[in-house]
């Protein structure tokens, strides 16, 4: 027995060094299924491909596709089969974008400014990275987890939020929260891209270097496109030279070009040039076209535990509990820093008063303090009409008119009502674009009218 106890101990030790060094890579906890990505990732992609102008030059995606296939063969999925798809489209713009489920674009700019084969294989490493480590949806999984307050545990254990979840998300066209890595999933893309390159024999600096030329480039011009979906981290070039090292070092024999990628070059360098305004949406920040439509006049019905209300019921309801969410479709929309903003609809929330609740100034000094807290998160939002007194469900509240900016663009009005609960600070924040604030009006008021508290 204490032999083999031995020989299992030294084997154990002697283990790291048979494996490779190599940083171990696996996509984070998510929301969505691998199956949810490529459902998700079909439906933007069909969007994306009606929007952005094609090269229309079938040799360039067969090109493409043959590329990215030697890449995909050394790209570890976990056993997932995505249906990966590789097009090319005419933008001069430096950029390439992939979809969760691997629905990959590549701009003609970005094959122009490659200096050979493997700088163009190393960026579409990058983004096959991003697909394998399921980045997209787990952005969005982050992005709604902040902003609506989807109680993370209620989900895991209640099922179809993934499901509610493409539905919304299905609506931002490419460039919508599925695009906007942060800056650790970019370094992550970065290692895998690294290693993918290594394994299928192109020269694993070529990533590094193509960022290094394109940093030196943006001192000149403005940066790229691609440096705003995929935000440059610290010490980029450093940490993929790192993970070369780890590799075993730069091997001897790298394929770093091809005959055939200079011909596609010369290919793509012919293809007319498209005007910047006849480009609707270049994977940069797409919003959906118009206002959602109007608030219905049948209502749905939401129990709380401290109060019950009626909404329009062509709006959804997101969230649970404490902290809910109702907005039309398309109501909630990407702000700055790839999250979701509500741009039309209605946050109801429950949250603690602070100090005595059944002192006298309890509901001003909470309603204070709750102004403070959004101007914390919104630091645009400024008071228009101070709190007045108003009644809802018969108990005393205030009314506060605030002012912010809206994440559909321009001005947002926003109507604040406060009441002391025995949960807590009760508060109704509705909100619509100043421009389009009259056509809610009405649904608020009966929003706020429909409100019953249970005890
Ligand atoms: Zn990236």
């Given at each position: 027995?204490r032999k083999?106890?031995f020989?299992?101990?030294?084997?154990?030790l002697g283990a790291p060094?048979a494996l490779a060094?190599r940083?171990?890579?696996k996509?984070?906890?998510?929301?969505f299924s691998?199956?949810?990505?490529?459902?998700?990732?079909?439906?933007?992609?069909?969007?994306?491909?009606?929007?952005?102008?094609s090269?229309?030059a079938?040799k360039v995606?067969?090109y493409?596709?043959?590329l990215?296939?030697?890449?995909i063969?050394?790209?570890p999925?976990g056993g997932?089969?995505?249906?990966?798809?590789f097009?090319?489209?005419?933008?001069?713009?430096?950029?390439?974008f992939?979809?969760p489920?691997?629905?990959v674009?590549?701009?003609?700019?970005?094959?122009?400014a490659s200096n050979?084969?493997s700088?163009?294989?190393?960026?579409?490493?990058?983004?096959?990275?991003h697909?394998a480590?399921r980045?997209?949806?787990s952005e969005a999984t982050?992005?709604?987890?902040?902003?609506?307050?989807v109680d993370?545990i209620?989900t895991?254990?209640?099922?179809n939020a993934?499901?509610?979840?493409?539905?919304?998300l299905?609506?931002?066209s490419?460039?919508g929260v599925l695009l906007?890595?942060?800056?650790?999933?970019?370094?992550?893309a970065?290692?895998?891209?690294?290693?993918?390159?290594y394994?299928?024999?192109?020269d694993?600096?070529a990533?590094?270097?193509f960022f290094?030329k394109?940093d030196?480039?943006?001192?000149?011009?403005?940066?790229?496109?691609?440096?705003s979906?995929?935000?440059s981290?610290e010490r980029?070039?450093?940490?993929?030279e790192?993970?070369?090292?780890?590799?075993?070092?730069?091997?001897k024999?790298?394929k770093?070009?091809?005959l055939?990628?200079?011909a596609?070059k010369?290919?793509?360098?012919?293809?007319p040039?498209l005007?910047?305004?006849?480009l609707?949406?270049s994977?940069?920040?797409a919003?959906p076209?118009g206002?959602p439509?109007?608030?219905?006049?049948?209502?749905?019905e939401?129990?709380?535990?401290?109060?019950t209300?009626?909404?329009?019921?062509?709006?959804k309801?997101?969230?649970?509990?404490d902290?809910?969410?109702?907005?039309p479709d398309?109501g909630?929309?990407e702000?700055?820093g790839?999250h979701?903003?509500?741009a039309?609809?209605?946050?109801v929330?429950?949250?603690?008063?602070p100090g005595?609740?059944t002192?006298?100034?309890a509901l001003d000094?909470?309603?204070?303090q709750?102004i403070?807290?959004?101007?914390?998160?919104?630091?645009?939002?400024?008071?228009e009409?101070q709190p007045?007194?108003v009644?809802?469900?018969?108990?005393?509240g205030?009314s506060?008119y605030?002012?912010?900016?809206?994440?559909?663009?321009?001005e947002?009005?926003d109507?604040?009502?406060?009441?002391?609960?025995p949960?807590?600070?009760?508060?109704?924040?509705?909100?619509?674009p100043?421009?389009?604030y009259?056509?809610?009006?009405k649904?608020?008021?009966a929003?706020l009218d429909?409100?019953?508290f249970t005890?």
């Amino acid at each position: 027995m204490r032999k083999t106890a031995f020989f299992a101990s030294a084997l154990l030790l002697g283990a790291p060094l048979a494996l490779a060094q190599r940083t171990q890579l696996k996509p984070a906890w998510n929301l969505f299924s691998p199956q949810d990505d490529i459902k998700l990732g079909k439906e933007v992609a069909a969007d994306a491909k009606q929007q952005l102008p094609s090269c229309n030059a079938p040799k360039v995606d067969a090109y493409l596709t043959d590329l990215g296939k030697k890449l995909i063969m050394k790209l570890p999925t976990g056993g997932v089969q995505y249906p990966f798809e590789f097009h090319c489209v005419n933008d001069k713009e430096i950029n390439a974008f992939a979809l969760p489920g691997g629905f990959v674009f590549v701009n003609r700019g970005l094959i122009e400014a490659s200096n050979n084969e493997s700088q163009l294989a190393g960026v579409i490493a990058h983004e096959l990275s991003h697909v394998a480590l399921r980045h997209g949806t787990s952005e969005a999984t982050k992005a709604k987890a902040a902003q609506l307050g989807v109680d993370v545990i209620d989900t895991l254990l209640g099922g179809n939020a993934g499901g509610a979840l493409i539905t919304e998300l299905g609506r931002f066209s490419a460039g919508g929260v599925l695009l906007r890595y942060s800056r650790a999933s970019e370094t992550q893309a970065d290692i895998l891209g690294t290693q993918v390159l290594y394994d299928s024999g192109y020269d694993p600096r070529a990533l590094a270097q193509f960022f290094e030329k394109m940093d030196a480039e943006s001192q000149e011009n403005s940066p790229p496109e691609f440096f705003s979906d995929h935000p440059s981290p610290e010490r980029r070039v450093e940490r993929v030279e790192q993970e070369i090292v780890k590799l075993g070092g730069e091997p001897k024999k790298v394929k770093r070009d091809s005959l055939e990628f200079e011909a596609i070059k010369k290919e793509v360098a012919a293809l007319p040039v498209l005007k910047k305004e006849t480009l609707t949406a270049s994977g940069g920040s797409a919003r959906p076209a118009g206002p959602p439509p109007g608030p219905s006049a049948k209502y749905a019905e939401y129990q709380a535990s401290a109060y019950t209300v009626k909404y329009p019921d062509n709006w959804k309801k997101y969230g649970e509990k404490d902290d809910v969410s109702f907005a039309p479709d398309g109501g909630v929309m990407e702000i700055e820093g790839g999250h979701a903003g509500l741009a039309y609809g209605i946050v109801v929330s429950v949250t603690k008063v602070p100090g005595d609740a059944t002192a006298d100034k309890a509901l001003d000094t909470a309603t204070q303090q709750f102004i403070m807290d959004m101007q914390k998160d919104n630091p645009k939002m400024k008071v228009e009409r101070q709190p007045g007194g108003v009644r809802v469900n018969g108990q005393p509240g205030l009314s506060t008119y605030l002012s912010n900016e809206s994440p559909a663009g321009g001005e947002e009005t926003d109507w604040l009502i406060t009441v002391i609960r025995p949960e807590g600070l009760v508060s109704f924040v509705c909100a619509a674009p100043a421009r389009d604030y009259e056509n809610y009006d009405k649904a608020f008021a009966a929003f706020l009218d429909s409100v019953k508290f249970t005890r």
